[in-house]
């Protein structure tokens, strides 16, 4: 299966800052996608970024608040724009191999706003 | 829409118990369904991958079925370890992308 590094693995930002994250995978893939997992609660869906087009966001979730870039296909970043304490969360990243291996995830950047 | 729902939320047991997590979602057309460990504060850690063909797959002392039909999936864990402490997840696969369960946090002590 494949290899994700993320980093930071957790920061702690001053409201109104942005933070920038990133993943890069140890092999070529299409997709990458961009969860957030708020204190308590399962993983949401933020976007999913292909090489080359935009990344498409799904709902609740806007290009102006979390940019994302894909400028190859071991690579993405995601930024947490103007950032406020409600956007302190565990952030992942995640392929997707194939029915035979499945989804893997990045190890997680931990966000703490102040 | 697909919901993803498990039972319990969390799990105090002893070591050396048998374990059953549960996990159900209510549209049945899912490609296949993936079980995930994470620890506190941690990225996933992929436990098991059941292909929408298959029934069940085992590993170790973890085995996952998967019934369809009745839109259910089922992680038994044999003779529990403190190791296992953990949130387990279960995940179906949409169309293009996973769609999580609630999650059951589970706390074996010794």
């Known amino acids: 299966s494949a290899v994700i590094s993320q980093k930071p693995s957790r920061d702690i930002c001053q409201r109104g800052t942005s933070l920038t994250i990133q993943c890069q995978v140890d092999?070529?893939?299409?997709?990458m996608f961009w969860y957030r997992q708020q204190p308590g609660q399962s993983l949401t869906l933020i976007a999913t970024?292909?090489?080359?087009?935009?990344?498409?966001?799904e709902s609740g979730f806007v290009i102006d608040k979390f940019p994302i870039s894909r400028p190859n296909l071991t690579f993405s970043t995601l930024t947490v724009s103007n950032m406020s304490p409600e956007d302190s969360s565990i952030y992942l990243c995640?392929?997707?191999?194939?029915?035979?291996?499945?989804?893997?995830f990045g190890s997680g950047t931990r966000l703490t706003v102040v | 829409k697909q919901e993803v729902t498990q039972i319990p939320a969390a799990l105090s047991v002893p070591e050396g118990e048998n374990l059953v997590l549960n996990c159900s979602f209510t549209?049945?057309?899912?490609?296949?369904l993936q079980w995930f460990r994470q620890d506190p504060g941690k990225g996933l850690t992929s436990l098991l991958l059941?292909?929408?063909?298959?029934r069940e797959q085992t590993s170790g002392r973890l085995n996952a079925s998967l019934d369809k039909s009745s839109g259910r999936s089922t992680l038994y864990i044999a003779a529990s370890q403190p190791g296992d402490s953990a949130t387990y997840l279960c995940?179906?696969?949409?169309?293009?992308?996973?769609?999580f369960g609630t999650g059951t946090r589970l706390q074996v002590f010794p």
């Open positions: 995640s392929v997707e191999r194939g029915s035979n291996y499945g989804y893997t």
């Open positions: 092999s070529q893939v299409t997709m």
């Open positions: 970024a292909n090489q080359g087009s935009e990344a498409t966001y």
């Open positions: 549209d049945s057309a899912i490609y296949n």
């Open positions: 059941i292909q929408s063909s298959q």
């Open positions: 995940a179906v696969w949409d169309t293009d992308k996973l769609i």
